[in-house]
């Protein structure tokens, strides 16, 4: 990903164009789904787009209870995914220019280290953020202190609103990263590492949703997340120093202790 040097005009929807002005092109079509929510002939179209869809109501069995809306996946979902994947594209563009490229002018790496270090950036932000909100779901959840209830009464064919709602933005943003490669000028070279470990993410996120696995999926992301997180954040500090690589050696150690803990938790639950 090259540092994009802005000309004064190039030619409307020309390929520098749309990379330069990308984010508020997505801007102006997910601003086109949020003024469908004000009209009633819209509404209904733009509802499908924005919020989550396929919810039941169920019933309090006590009195000292609530009533608890859940829900379950259907194709509607993506229309709400495709929504999504436009917030992410925002972010990533809000996350680049705001933080990244500030620190890279700073810093001034070379080519190579430049790519590395937004790959490892926007990466890293997301891995923050996925953590942090996947182990608030696991906390409120009770899925990491009973891991029973990762496999009892399967399948899961309903979820709750936080649970559904985090596998939505987890398939979209993976999903952004496809036009991404377009956008930031993503070198050959590195194209097809990208693509591999995207889609095999898009492909095993959308198979846990699918496939009703959601409680042992949200599980599996928030270890690998944090693994990746701490991957990432020694990569960013080893930019800044090439001394320092000791957070590589705790990388490698959690590494294997979230393999065996995904191990387990697949023969205990």
Same mark, same amino acid.
């Given at each position: 990903?090259?540092?994009?040097?802005?000309?004064?005009?190039?030619?409307?929807?020309?390929?520098?164009?749309?990379?330069?002005?990308?984010?508020?092109? #997505?801007?102006?079509?997910?601003?086109?789904?949020?003024?469908?929510?004000?009209?009633?002939? *819209?509404?209904?179209?733009?509802?499908?787009?924005?919020?989550?869809?396929?919810?039941?109501?169920?019933?309090?069995?006590?009195?000292?209870?609530?009533?608890?809306?859940?829900?379950?996946?259907?194709?509607?979902?993506?229309?709400?995914?495709?929504?999504? *994947?436009?917030?992410?594209?925002?972010?990533? !563009?809000?996350?680049?220019?705001?933080?990244?490229?500030?620190?890279?002018?700073?810093?001034?790496?070379?080519?190579?280290?430049?790519?590395?270090?937004?790959?490892?950036?926007?990466?890293?932000?997301?891995?923050?953020?996925?953590?942090? /909100?996947?182990?608030?779901?696991?906390?409120?959840?009770?899925?990491?202190?009973?891991?029973?209830?990762?496999?009892?009464?399967?399948?899961?064919?309903?979820?709750?609103?936080?649970?559904?709602?985090?596998?939505?933005?987890?398939?979209?943003?993976?999903?952004?990263?496809?036009?991404?490669?377009?956008?930031?000028?993503?070198?050959?070279?590195?194209?097809?590492?990208?693509?591999?470990? *995207?889609?095999?993410?898009?492909?095993?996120?959308?198979?846990?949703?699918?496939?009703?696995?959601?409680?042992?999926?949200?599980?599996?992301?928030?270890?690998?997340? =944090?693994?990746?997180?701490?991957?990432?954040?020694?990569?960013?500090?080893?930019?800044?120093?090439?001394?320092?690589?000791?957070? =590589?050696?705790? /990388?490698?150690?959690?590494?294997?202790?979230?393999?065996?803990?995904?191990?387990?938790?697949? #023969?205990? !639950?």
């Amino acid at each position: 990903m090259g540092l994009r040097k802005k000309n004064k005009n190039p030619p409307v929807f020309s390929h520098e164009f749309i990379v330069q002005n990308h984010a508020d092109i #997505v801007s102006c079509v997910a601003m086109v789904f949020l003024l469908g929510l004000m009209f009633e002939m *819209t509404a209904k179209i733009a509802v499908s787009f924005v919020t989550l869809q396929y919810n039941i109501t169920i019933p309090a069995t006590d009195e000292k209870d609530e009533s608890r809306i859940l829900y379950h996946y259907g194709f509607k979902d993506v229309a709400t995914i495709f929504f999504y *994947t436009l917030v992410a594209i925002i972010l990533h !563009a809000i996350v680049q220019e705001y933080v990244l490229d500030k620190i890279n002018r700073r810093m001034h790496f070379s080519k190579t280290k430049h790519s590395k270090f937004n790959e490892s950036g926007q990466l890293g932000a997301f891995y923050l953020v996925s953590f942090v /909100w996947g182990a608030c779901i696991l906390a409120s959840e009770n899925y990491a202190s009973h891991p029973r209830n990762l496999w009892e009464s399967y399948p899961h064919t309903l979820m709750p609103f936080q649970v559904k709602f985090f596998y939505i933005a987890q398939v979209a943003y993976w999903l952004h990263a496809l036009p991404e490669l377009y956008f930031q000028k993503t070198r050959k070279e590195d194209i097809p590492r990208q693509l591999v470990y *995207t889609s095999l993410y898009i492909f095993h996120i959308a198979g846990a949703y699918l496939l009703n696995l959601n409680r042992f999926g949200l599980v599996l992301m928030v270890l690998h997340y =944090f693994v990746e997180l701490l991957f990432h954040i020694s990569r960013l500090f080893y930019f800044s120093d090439e001394k320092n690589e000791k957070g =590589f050696t705790l /990388w490698a150690a959690l590494f294997v202790v979230a393999r065996l803990l995904t191990l387990s938790l697949s #023969v205990l !639950a």
